[in-house]
């Protein structure tokens, strides 16, 4: 069966500081992955996805920015965090052959 | 304009008895699908129930079940028999055919508390 792992589960960041989140899917290949951002009490926003290794389409300006290694692994950055890129991250896939996106644990990233 | 709305912020049902949250869709798109996610206070979102729009027949998946209205645009989600654990955020999704990302759009979600 399929498992989507998301590291680290909590995080607190000074303003100004870079970031790394890291995601992996695990009993798949080739998935749709997709990071999304969830502030306080509301509903997700879609950040980045991809469709395969090197593939990023950016569905928001802002200063984060993803990569896509390995088949599995889809990593979020930044260089210089902001106030307001505090939020609950959330890793998702899909399989090509389906619609639904399944989601990791998430992260809670709070920026000080 | 709000491709996803959930109107009710927040709801009670007693234990073991039938609760209903309402999600309204706008879409031109024909080809479109919907979802149902739960959001436990752990925050991870657990996928409940899908509808496609070419769907004949409603969705149902155990105790759920999506009540697909394609001509009032609603597709709303019933929970028969509440149990205590279903106390979470649900949140309505759609995810529309003429996009190629299959990115999903959420509305603000809705609050549900069980009572015992």
């Known amino acids: 069966s399929q498992t989507i792992h998301q590291w680290p589960a909590t995080l607190v960041q000074p303003v100004g500081s870079p970031l790394s989140l890291e995601c992996t899917v695990e009993g798949t290949s080739n998935p749709n992955l997709y990071w999304y951002r969830q502030a306080a009490g509301r509903g997700l926003q879609l950040l980045f996805y991809?469709?395969?290794?090197?593939?990023i389409s950016s569905e928001v300006p802002q200063n984060l920015s993803a990569s896509r290694p390995q088949d599995r692994q889809f990593i979020l950055s930044s260089k210089k965090l902001l106030l307001s890129d505090s939020g609950f991250y959330l890793c998702a896939w899909r399989a090509s052959s389906t619609d639904t996106q399944y989601f990791g644990p998430g992260t809670r990233l709070t920026v000080l | 304009a709000q491709k996803i709305t959930q109107t009710q912020p927040g709801m009670f049902v007693q234990e073991k008895e039938a609760v209903t949250l309402d999600c309204t869709y706008d879409?031109?798109?024909?080809?479109?699908?919907l979802f149902w996610y739960k959001q436990p206070s752990s925050g991870e979102m657990i996928f409940l129930i899908y509808q496609g729009s070419y769907d004949q027949q409603n969705a149902t998946e155990g105790r759920y079940s999506l009540n697909f209205q394609k001509a009032r645009k609603s597709a709303n989600l019933v929970i028969s028999a509440s149990q205590l654990g279903d106390s979470a955020m649900y949140f309505c999704a759609m995810r529309e055919g003429r996009d190629s990302s299959y990115k999903l759009i959420f509305g603000s979600g809705t609050r549900l508390l069980v009572r015992p």
């Open positions: 879409t031109s798109d024909p080809s479109y699908g």
């Open positions: 991809s469709v395969g290794i090197g593939q």
